[in-house]
């Protein structure tokens, strides 16, 4: 499991380092999100989720932008779509393709 005072210090600074990058009086900073789509590829939908949830405090905090891109195979069954469903709750608007 992510630790969370960790996460959201080293994050939180790298956020702040990107602001003060910019010349713009009111900076704003994008992020794409990786590290929870591997969690999930590696069977770890707990720590994605629990990462989600300190992403969306990070997000409250900084005023920043982020998608989080997840790849959805056909290998997930129906013991998977309880923590789909939680992961997708935690996202302000959810976009799926599946091929």
């Not at 005072?5 to 990107?18: Q, W």
């Not at 949830?53 to 959805?72: I, R």
């Not at 056909?74 to 923590?83: I, L, P, R, V």
């Amino acid at each position: 499991m992510p630790k969370s005072d960790r996460m959201l210090k080293l994050i939180g600074g790298l956020i702040e380092e990107a602001m003060k990058a910019t010349k713009k009086e009111y900076p704003r900073v994008a992020i794409f999100g990786e590290g929870v789509s591997l969690l999930w590829e590696a069977g770890k939908a707990d720590a994605a989720i629990r990462v989600e949830q300190m992403w969306n405090q990070l997000t409250a905090t900084y005023e920043v932008d982020t998608l989080c891109g997840y790849k959805m195979s056909g290998t997930y069954g129906k013991e998977d779509t309880h923590d789909i469903k939680e992961i997708c709750a935690a996202h302000s608007a959810v976009y799926s393709q599946w091929k």
